[in-house]
């Protein structure tokens, strides 16, 4: 988030937008100590921790706070802005170093309003979801009361100090409502049962794995930033690798959506699982989640998804190839080629009905609209930013086409083992820094503890199999690579 915003501040990537300043902006005075209530807007998300960390409901407002914020240093990058002019502060006061460290541009829509107004917000909606009178009701009631009054002195501070002009302060204030109703609905406010609205507030969803996912398209957006900002062949491709690693990891986590484990609701789960991997990896979890779930119920055996599409016709057979295989194997990985050839012969076999036995999953009707979007925003980039847009599209698709598949490959020929190598069928690894960044993100290598134990979120499986017994990640070579050069 802090990377992205600082890219929109310091390099934007076409000329900003300039945001005049109205007539009612000639009407506020210039008052630069209405600096010191400006700089509590970094109290905001500190103090919504320490006060309500403990309390339920916690999680759901952190969530959707931290996506304004994400959000919101992302139109700041997309659609660059900045004030047509400011006044100086005078010198040696606080609003001349604010001043000194900030710049003009990130005008719209205020940051400064949108963050305490995406609070109230969400801090009201679940209120609701406590009983009246309960003590979680009241807590956050006066919160939202509190930071509804803070949004207020907050967007006078920006007008006050020549920060931000009016129609910086009503988009702010629309862009943390919106973000505040939609953060809460979709994290389960909506489809909550009225009975349960009498029990103490469970988590909507996983928090670990939200804000794993927020980091990881921190990285990717930064790195995409960075490769457009100075496009050479060695920073594109620095870029590419970081991006694939990046894409891997977000795969890792959509893997515990597949089990649901994203959010307390199944639609719920969907729909976030979908925004941050399966519309743009053009992968719906619920294709996904027939195959994966099949594999668990039939590991190893003749309808296994992994021997039906991943392995077949391919060198490898659970066992360590020699030299010629293992190249061809890989270089049919990273080339595209095993992908296409699965693809095909997924539509075969989904179509003959005769060899998977999958269930029946189907998509929730949101998925179309995201899908409409996706593409209509890629579209209509193109449209506006026609080369910045194809350095996106290549820098984006062309690493999940090769070495993101490589890596996903990998990973599953280290996951499983032929019988008489290992009666479970399946192996847990115990990693380095490298293997972490790479192959196994997010402890996807306790693969046989997941397979006994589904249901467990990937930040718990260290603590629920303290003493399994796991292979170390350099011996990945010797699983794949028997040494034989032939």
């Not at 690493?399 to 599953?412: A, E, I, N």
């Not at 996951?415 to 847990?428: K, Q």
């Not at 017994?469 to 034989?484: K, M, N, T, V």
């Amino acid at each position: 988030m802090t990377a992205i915003y600082a890219l929109a501040t310091r390099a934007p990537h076409s000329a900003p937008i300039v945001i005049e300043a109205s007539a009612i902006d000639g009407l506020i005075p210039f008052a630069p100590s209405a600096a010191f209530v400006y700089a509590t807007y970094f109290l905001l998300v500190p103090v919504l921790i320490v006060l309500a960390r403990r309390q339920p409901g916690f999680g759901d407002v952190f969530a959707v706070t931290l996506g304004c914020g994400l959000a919101n240093a992302i139109v700041y990058y997309v659609v660059p802005t900045r004030i047509a002019e400011r006044m100086v502060a005078p010198d040696g006061s606080l609003l001349a170093i604010i001043q000194h460290l900030d710049t003009p541009l990130g005008a719209i829509p205020s940051g400064h309003v949108a963050l305490p107004a995406v609070i109230a917000t969400a801090a009201l909606l679940v209120s609701f979801r406590a009983r009246r009178d309960s003590e979680t009701a009241r807590f956050w009631r006066r919160a939202a009361a509190a930071f509804a009054a803070w949004t207020a002195a907050l967007a006078a501070s920006t007008l006050l100090t020549k920060q931000h002009v009016a129609v910086d302060i009503v988009a702010g204030l629309a862009f943390g409502l919106a973000v505040g109703v939609l953060g809460v609905w979709h994290l389960g406010a909506a489809d909550v049962p009225r009975a349960s609205r009498l029990q103490p507030l469970r988590p909507a969803f996983h928090l670990p794995t939200v804000a794993a996912f927020l980091v990881e398209w921190t990285l990717i957006v930064a790195a995409v930033a960075t490769a457009i900002r100075w496009w050479s062949l060695p920073v594109v491709v620095v870029a590419a690798l970081v991006i694939a690693t990046r894409q891997h990891a977000i795969l890792v986590l959509y893997h515990d959506g597949v089990h649901g484990l994203v959010a307390r609701s199944r639609r719920v789960n969907d729909f976030v699982v979908n925004t941050a991997v399966g519309v743009p990896l053009l992968l719906p979890i619920h294709l996904y989640r027939a195959l994966h779930l099949s594999h668990h119920r039939h590991l190893g055996t003749d309808c296994d998804p992994e021997r039906v599409l991943l392995y077949r016709g391919q060198p490898w057979t659970f066992r360590p190839l020699a030299a010629c295989a293992l190249v061809r194997q890989l270089a049919g990985d990273v080339l595209a080629w095993n992908g296409i050839v699965l693809a095909i012969r997924y539509l075969r076999e989904t179509s003959r009905g005769d060899t998977l036995r999958l269930s029946r999953t189907r998509p929730y009707p949101e998925l179309i609209i995201q899908y409409v979007v996706f593409l209509g925003a890629l579209a209509g980039s193109f449209v506006i930013w026609p080369v910045a847009t194809l350095h996106v599209a290549l820098l984006w698709f062309v690493p999940y086409v090769t070495v993101t598949q490589l890596l996903q490959k990998v990973r599953s020929f280290a996951e499983h083992a032929a019988e008489d190598v290992d009666p479970s069928l399946s192996c847990s690894w115990a990693p380095g820094i490298l293997g972490w960044l790479t192959i196994w993100p997010y402890n996807i290598n306790y693969h046989r503890e997941h397979h006994s134990r589904p249901k467990v979120p990937w930040d718990r499986l260290p603590a629920t199999f303290p003493s399994v017994e796991q292979r170390p990640g350099r011996d990945l070579l010797a699983h794949l690579w028997s040494g034989a050069i032939r």
